[in-house]
């Protein structure tokens, strides 16, 4: 997984353990041990193209890729570099990592999670640039899904709301512990949801979300590749 070294990547790191993960590939801009010998720390700068590249020799095999590095910068839109600066790690990073490792979920016909945001459906004004690169990873995670299912790769998006990390901590708003995130991914996984909401304030939106207008247009629009094939 990318971003593993705080907040909701190193609890999910830490759930992996816990449900009895054999390996887990912790992968971070700056690589820390960890105490249990089933994490290999990876460096990974997500818009390093070498970097990524490497992944495909480091990684021996993978069921689960999830996809966590992000960026979150306060701003109003009047610097392009910073708009650009989001869209480089947080669309075109898990593209990239995607990429690179299909490969290896091909052959074990496993699972990409895209750790996304509310911000990806409604902009969040103090966070536009982050919204904007979180709105087009979405819609990244939508392609992948319908490009992916008939190749036997399942792809998840985690619609979270605000979690108590280091992104989001100076926002004056209830956030969610990382732990209990971390657990509702991997159940939300297991149970099949490709849109999970892992925290109160984003479950509130997930009644009739499966039947909703959002998910009934992205089927509709996965069966014009099923009807080309």
Request: net charge negative.
């Amino acid at each position: 997984m990318t971003g593993a070294n705080r907040g909701i990547g190193r609890a999910i790191v830490d759930e992996a353990l816990h449900r009895g993960a054999q390996r887990v590939y912790a992968a971070m801009r700056r690589p820390v041990p960890h105490p249990d010998a089933r994490v290999i720390p990876l460096p990974l700068d997500v818009t390093d193209t070498a970097q990524v590249q490497a992944l495909a020799d480091r990684v021996v095999e993978l069921d689960m890729l999830v996809n966590n590095a992000g960026v979150s910068v306060l701003d109003d839109l009047g610097e392009r570099s910073v708009l650009e600066q989001h869209l480089a790690v947080n669309l075109f990073g898990p593209y990239a990592v995607t990429q690179t490792l299909l490969p290896h979920l091909l052959l074990s016909r496993g699972t990409v999670v895209n750790v996304l945001s509310l911000a990806s459906l409604a902009s969040v004004p103090v966070m536009p640039a982050y919204s904007i690169s979180k709105a087009a990873a979405y819609s990244l995670t939508q392609s992948q899904r319908g490009l992916l299912a008939p190749q036997g790769v399942r792809v998840h998006a985690v619609l979270a709301g605000p979690v108590d990390t280091d992104m989001v901590r100076d926002l004056p708003v209830l956030k969610a512990d990382p732990a209990s995130v971390a657990r509702a991914i991997f159940d939300g996984v297991a149970a099949g949801a490709e849109d999970i909401f892992p925290d109160p304030l984003s479950a509130s939106i997930e009644p009739g979300w499966a039947t909703g207008p959002i998910r009934t247009l992205e089927q509709a629009n996965a069966a014009l590749l099923r009807a080309a094939a």
